[in-house]
């Protein structure tokens, strides 16, 4: 089964940047659609971005043009480079994987917090 950890959170000022990553273990994830979700206090989890097994991207217009997501298959993990981060990028960032239209893998959520 695979199991993901997202790693990279922390503290940060406005403008400032953060790279996350989420390392899969237990078996290859090349051949999967992959995403980054995020979960503010007290709202529902959004989708943030999706990466397919080819590369190709697509993103929440809340993000667009600052983040960017990434693989690399070689190392079996997923990034999500975010600049230009804003109070209300404020979450707990959970990355997925998935494994069919009814299999949804998740990682524990690494919490990020854009605040002077």
């Known amino acids: 089964q695979v199991q993901l950890v997202e790693s990279g959170g922390g503290l940060v000022q406005p403008g400032g940047s953060l790279r996350l990553s989420c390392a899969a273990s237990?078996?290859?994830?090349?051949?999967?659609?992959m995403g980054w979700y995020r979960q503010a206090p007290g709202k529902q989890r959004e989708w943030v971005a999706t990466?397919?097994?080819?590369?190709?991207?697509t993103y929440a217009d809340s993000v667009k043009g600052r983040f960017t997501i990434s693989r690399d298959n070689t190392k079996n993990t997923m990034y999500l480079q975010m600049n230009s981060l804003k109070p209300e990028d404020t979450a707990v960032y959970y990355c997925?994987?998935?494994?069919?239209?009814?299999?949804?893998?998740w990682g524990q959520g690494t919490q990020v917090t854009a605040s002077s």
């Open positions: 997925n994987v998935r494994l069919s239209a009814y299999v949804n893998v």
């Open positions: 237990g078996s290859s994830i090349s051949i999967y659609v």
């Open positions: 990466i397919s097994s080819g590369g190709s991207t």
